[in-house]
């Protein structure tokens, strides 16, 4: 598809902002959308460092509160996502409250070591799990659409590999026979939760969601 260049009529650049700090989740979606006639911004280099509530039940949910509440005042097309650990041994959990699961302010070890206590005694076959993330762009006129992506894998017996974080270190990949942080930048990146929720996010917007 041949875009026009990143600049309207006007002489205003054209622009997507994401609702993230992340500056590796912000470089992942300007490669996935740098074909697109907009550029990608972070909200903190749109000028907005607001704190935004995730208070949904969903993945979906959450993506599109934060996504809703930072197109409202940037009147700009805006990009949120929000991703998390679901175990079919704990009902789900951790689920939306993966990053508050041992606390506000636990770290990542702390996050495991929970995690593994509450998986105690169970055997590999009933410890599957899934990383899910949720894409929500919305537009400014109110339009919006949310894509999910997910990873399917099983939660290990100890923390394995340094290429990650969260609880990557005990999240394995049975086609790989590795974690997710023993595994490459490359591999890690085509086969995430998040790469795959971006990609199709990218498919839905050539779609013609779009106003060039």
Same mark, same amino acid.
């Given at each position: 598809?041949?875009?026009?260049? !990143?600049?309207?009529?006007?002489? !205003? ?17 300007? *490669?996935? $959308?740098?074909?697109?006639? &907009? ?8 000028? &907005? ?16 509160? !934060?996504?809703?509440? %930072?197109?409202?005042?940037? #009147? +700009? ?7 998390? /650990?679901?175990?079919?041994?704990? +009902? ?21 070591? !929970? $995690? $593994?206590?509450?998986?105690? #005694? @169970?055997? $590999? ?6 990383? @899910? ?7 400014? +006129? ?9 990873? *399917? #894998? ?12 969260? &609880?990557?270190? /005990? ?15 490359? @591999? ?6 998040? #790469? ?13 969601? %779009?106003?060039?």
């Amino acid at each position: 598809m041949n875009w026009p260049v !990143k600049w309207g009529k006007n002489g !205003k650049m054209k622009r997507i902002i994401a609702a993230t700090k992340n500056r590796g989740k912000l470089k992942e979606i300007k *490669e996935i $959308l740098d074909d697109f006639p &907009y550029n990608v911004v972070s909200m903190e280099e749109a000028g &907005y460092c607001m704190e935004i509530d995730e208070n949904g039940d969903t993945f979906e949910e959450n993506a599109l509160l !934060k996504a809703k509440a %930072l197109s409202g005042i940037s #009147g +700009d097309i805006t990009v949120a996502d929000d991703s998390g /650990l679901v175990v079919d041994r704990l +009902d789900g959990a951790p689920g939306v409250f993966s990053s508050r699961f041992a606390g506000e302010g636990a770290s990542d070890e702390d996050k495991n070591r !929970k $995690l $593994l206590g509450m998986l105690e #005694g @169970v055997p $590999l076959r009933d410890r599957t799990a899934r990383f @899910v993330c949720a894409v929500a762009v919305v537009f400014p +006129d109110g339009r919006n659409f949310t894509v999910k992506g997910s990873c *399917e #894998g099983y939660i290990g017996f100890e923390p394995r590999g340094v290429n990650g974080f969260g &609880y990557d270190p /005990l999240f394995h990949i049975p086609e790989y026979g590795a974690t997710i942080a023993e595994l490459d930048s490359d @591999v890690k990146n085509m086969i995430s939760h998040r #790469g795959k929720a971006f990609r199709l996010m990218a498919d839905e917007l050539r779609r013609g969601w %779009l106003v060039i």
